[in-house]
Structures are given as structure tokens and as C-alpha cells.
């Protein structure tokens, strides 16, 4: 088949763009208004790409307009989407497309409020470096796997597992739609207000999905109050972990370190001694969540398991330390919620527990920007010695009640944490470029971040020299 991919910047999009071409399909894509590192990572992928939508983008013999979900692909509006009908060509999306191509495969979904990129890439990254080719498809760009899609010859398919909505005309969650023989499932908080208003709705989806499992399947849990509390919808066996002490899976004797060392308890008494130059506490949950799945299915034996561990090299833009040179060094997390906002301070905290803690903030989820959501800002930044803020965007603004720029500035501030508004790339790296040698800066959000992550590093390295140790 020949298919166009609208909207290709996006992650799911050019994973699965990527997995129809293994698959032996013809693929092209555009988007408009893209930024690092997806625009870069897409541009590099050998398929055409074009950087304006066009009704001209469509290839002569275009069987499958695939159409992302973001609002600002406009729909009707979108020329390639007037074109397509015009040809009477099929339009679909990447889940329900993934879903029909992998329906023959075994299917393990990811899933979770948080970590189920890490996880994915993780779970893809020891199969593959253990000779098993399985297929994935990952939300995120990890330097440890080729690309974030890959078929796979072999019949095991690793699939990261959005809870968000297929489209606006679709309702359902993406991840009902990949026929999980298997899941893992991390973490469940509210998240998406905007399209899940209360904690019930945001978990029926999630109820959906362990319904899905068949008997012979195998749920691969969080021990979490909230989880518990679902768990009883999967008809098929459940595994059990967490960092500390539990009914399954657990880590021990953990030191934390620019190499953290700890030990993965089963619940049949196996230990396996590990190593991770991952950050954060939220890292040794997924690598023992991971751990547990793989060693439960018999996929992997625990001392390759520990090879491949120590190899991992996480994922972009989930706490990359992004200077070379710097005495300060520079940190890129992830900030699309408030569960993943804490994970990234606490890890800093962590491992960086006498630098004094600047973190640049972008509002950029709907979730952030939402007016319920203003309680978020009393808690997300305990342990920051400073927030510089950047305004939120506008777009989908006009969808749910937003929160100024003002009013986020004022409700951080009433916490007793310096706060400062930066509006501009300029003003930001104004305001990082007095800090002593012993502070270290974090970025956050899960927008562009005014381009600070490429343009801030070179300045501080050329600023504060030469690294230390943290």
C-alpha cells in the first residue's frame, strides 16, 4: 500500500509510519510548524516529508490518508484531507491502523499515566539486545533502539499504550484498539483533564483495556491503591511490583550514584544484581516493572536481563543531561503532568542534593494550563531553589478554561518559591547567566521551551567552563 501520513511529526505517527514501512508499505508524510527533536528525527528517516500541508503531498495511487490527531491539523480544512476524500481515498489513524496490522501478533501494551515511554523503549532495547527481534512502538526517541517503530520478525509486538482519545470524532483510547495479549501497567492518576473531567472517567478507559485481556494473558502491575482497585476487570493472571517491598517484584539494597546499584527481588526468592546510569527513583520502578514482565514471560534470563540494563540509555527529553563542558550542568525532563513534573525534581534532588535547583517551566498540556489544575503549582516545585516560567500557548485555549500567565505566576509565588516570568529565549538565558558554580538547571515542560534545550547548553558551556562531578 501507498500511505500518507498527516500530521507525521508526531510521535505515534512516525512510529508507526516507520513500522508500515518495515512492513513492506510505502510511506510519505508532512506537517506544519514542528519543532525539535521530533522535526529533526522525522526529517532523518529516508521517507519524503514535507514541511507544509499540500494537496499535492498526496502520491499519485495514495491508498491510506492516515490523519493525526492534534487540532491544529485542521480536518476539513486541511487541504490533504480535502484531497483525499476528493479521491475517495480511505482516511484513518495510526492506532486503528496499528491495531489492524498487529492484530495477528503477540501484543504487550504498555500503559500507564507515566514511565510506559521508558518502559517501552526499555522492554524493546533488552529483547533486542538479547537477539529477539520483536516489533515496538514508542512515543519517544531513545538513543538506545534504531527508531521509535520497528516491525519485527518475531511474533512478539511491544506497544507504548496512550489512554488519550483516538480523535475528536473518536472517542475511544488509542491503546483499546492493539489487542493486548499482555500489559504493563505503571501508574494511574488523573491526567487529560481536558478530555477525562473526573478521576472516574479517566480510569474507565483503563477498565476497558484489562477487559481486553485474555486468559491466558498476563497483567503486569504497579502495587498501587488505584490499580488494586481496577485489577479485578483482568480475567487472566496479575503480577505484582514496586520499588519497595511487595506481594511481587521489588528492588533492594539500592545506592543511588552517577551509577545506581540495587538488586530485582522475585517473589520466588531470584535476585538479580543490576546497574543503571538512569536517573531517579521513577527509573528503578520501571526497570523493575520491566524486569518482571520480561522474567515472568521467560523472555530474557536474569544475567542478560543485567547486561542489557547496564546499557540503556533512556530516552530523549526524560532528564538528558544536555551540557558537555558546563560546570552547571544542564538537565532536559519531562513535564507533561504533574506525577512526571515531581518525578524529574525529586530525581534531581537525588542526585544533585547540595546544588541549589533552578527549574525552567513551559505550561505546555492542557492539563497545566486548565484552571482546575492551578492546585498543581502549590507542590509541583518544593525543592526548586528558583522557577524561571515561560507563558502557556494559546492553541485549544478556547476548549477548556485556561489559566493566565499571571495567574500561574501568582500561584507559584504564593508558595515561597522565587518565581520569575521569561517571555522570550533571550530573557531566559539572561536570566541563567549568573549562577555560581555549584547550581544545576532543569528544563521542563513538553513543548519547545522557547529552544532553550539547543540554544541554552553552548552558552553555559562556554559560560561555566569545565564539568565537576555531580
Not at 235 to 250: F, H, N, S
Not at 268 to 275: E, F, H, I, K, N
Not at 301 to 318: L, M, P, S, V
Not at 326 to 337: C, L, N
Amino acid at each position: 500500500m501507498r500511505i500518507h501520513f498527516t500530521g507525521i511529526a508526531g510521535a505515534g505517527m512516525s512510529a508507526a509510519a516507520l513500522m508500515m514501512r518495515e512492513a513492506g508499505h510505502e510511506v510519505s508524510g508532512s506537517d506544519e510548524d514542528v519543532f525539535p527533536p521530533m522535526s529533526t528525527y522525522v526529517e532523518g528517516l529516508g521517507f519524503p516529508f514535507f514541511r507544509r500541508f499540500d494537496s499535492a503531498n498526496l502520491p499519485a495511487g495514495v491508498d491510506v490518508l492516515v490523519l493525526g490527531a492534534s487540532a491544529k491539523l485542521g480536518g476539513d480544512s486541511n487541504p490533504e484531507v480535502v484531497e483525499a476524500r476528493r479521491r475517495s481515498v480511505r482516511i484513518t489513524t495510526f492506532p486503528e491502523m496499528v491495531g489492524e496490522a498487529t492484530a495477528g501478533k503477540l501484543n504487550t501494551v504498555v500503559a500507564g499515566s507515566f514511565g510506559k515511554s521508558t518502559c517501552t523503549a526499555l522492554m524493546a532495547h533488552v529483547l533486542r539486545e538479547t537477539g529477539r527481534d520483536a516489533g515496538w512502538m514508542i512515543g519517544a526517541i531513545s538513543p538506545s533502539l534504531p527508531d521509535t517503530g520497528h516491525w519485527g520478525a518475531a511474533p512478539e509486538v511491544i506497544l507504548e499504550g496512550d489512554e488519550y482519545i483516538v480523535s475528536a470524532t473518536d472517542r475511544r483510547s488509542k491503546f483499546v484498539l492493539y489487542h493486548p495479549r499482555d500489559v504493563l501497567l505503571t501508574s494511574l492518576v488523573h491526567d487529560h483533564v481536558n478530555v477525562f473531567p473526573t478521576f472516574e472517567d479517566y480510569e474507565t478507559p483503563f477498565r476497558e483495556l484489562l477487559r481486553l485481556l485474555p486468559a491466558d494473558g498476563l497483567l503486569v502491575a504497579r502495587d498501587h491503591p488505584a490499580i488494586r482497585a481496577i485489577a479485578g476487570e483482568a480475567a487472566c493472571r496479575i503480577v505484582w511490583y514496586d520499588v519497595g517491598p511487595c506481594a511481587g517484584w521489588c528492588a533492594e539494597d539500592v545506592v543511588f550514584g552517577d551509577v545506581t546499584r540495587f538488586v530485582l527481588k522475585g517473589p520466588d526468592g531470584r535476585r538479580a544484581p543490576l546497574a543503571t546510569t538512569l536517573l531517579g527513583e521513577h527509573n528503578i520502578e520501571n526497570i523493575v516493572g520491566v524486569g518482571a514482565y520480561l522474567l515472568e514471560r521467560g523472555l530474557v534470563a536474569e544475567a542478560r536481563f543485567a547486561a542489557a540494563i547496564e546499557t540503556f540509555q533512556g530516552i530523549r527529553r526524560r532528564l538528558d543531561r544536555l551540557t558537555k563542558t558546563s560546570r552547571v550542568p544542564i538537565v532536559e525532563g519531562f513535564g507533561s503532568s504533574y506525577e512526571k513534573a515531581r518525578s524529574a525534581i525529586e530525581a534531581m534532588r537525588l542526585h544533585y542534593p547540595t546544588r541549589p535547583l533552578t527549574v525552567v517551566f513551559e505550561p505546555h498540556t492542557f492539563s497545566w494550563r486548565n484552571r482546575e489544575a492551578l492546585a498543581w503549582y502549590d507542590t509541583v516545585f518544593e525543592g526548586a531553589a528558583r522557577v524561571l516560567v515561560i507563558p502557556p500557548p494559546t492553541h485549544g485555549a478556547a476548549t477548556h478554561e485556561q489559566s493566565s500567565f499571571e495567574d500561574i505566576l501568582a500561584r507559584v509565588a504564593a508558595t515561597g518559591v522565587p518565581v520569575d516570568g521569561v517571555r522570550t529565549a533571550e530573557e531566559a538565558t539572561a536570566a541563567l547567566s549568573r549562577l555560581s558554580d555549584d547550581e544545576v538547571v532543569l528544563l521542563l515542560s513538553s513543548g519547545p521551551l522557547l529552544g532553550l534545550p539547543d540554544s541554552l547548553p553552548p552558552v553555559f558551556d562556554r559560560l561555566y567552563g569545565e564539568a565537576v562531578a555531580a
